[in-house]
């Protein structure tokens, strides 16, 4: 389910983001397992505040917006049939824009920088 990095950089710093939806049971799972190693994280709501169509596409970029776009969801399912055909990287990124709940989740972001850079 979650692939372990163990990174040692000697005075670097790293901030994780954690997107998704509170509720999912997949990132309940997540937060346990940050929680459990002590690590911390900022989570972000993207059914409540929303998701910004710059990360959506660098994201969509990073690994590909048929891995992202969750079409197995009821949201995906219940749209209309003309709201599914045809989808493409552009379409895929407005549909995730307008439901959040079709976003894969969680969507995990890991920054490093150099203490020095502070």
């Known amino acids: 389910m979650f692939q372990v990095f163990q990174i040692s950089c000697k005075g670097a710093r790293m901030?994780?983001?954690?997107?998704?939806?509170p509720n999912c049971d997949t990132?309940?799972?997540?937060?346990?397992?940050?929680d459990a190693q002590d690590?911390?994280?900022?989570?972000?709501?993207y059914k409540r505040e929303?998701?910004?169509?710059?990360?959506?596409?660098?994201?969509?970029?990073?690994?590909?917006?048929?891995?992202?776009?969750?079409?197995?969801g009821t949201t995906f399912r219940n749209l209309g049939e003309d709201e599914k055909a045809d989808i493409d990287r552009d379409k895929a990124l407005t549909l995730m824009q307008e439901h959040p709940s079709m976003i894969k989740r969680p969507v995990c972001l890991l920054y490093?920088?150099?203490?020095?850079?502070e």
Do not use: M, P
């Not at 994780?16 to 939806?21: M, P, R, T």
């Open 15 to 21: 901030t994780i983001h954690l997107y998704g939806i």
């Open 27 to 34: 990132v309940k799972k997540a937060r346990k397992w940050l």
């Open 39 to 45: 690590l911390e994280y900022t989570f972000h709501d």
């Open 50 to 72: 929303g998701v910004d169509r710059e990360n959506l596409a660098r994201w969509a970029d990073r690994c590909g917006w048929e891995v992202l776009l969750n079409r197995r």
């Open 112 to 117: 490093t920088s150099d203490a020095a850079d």
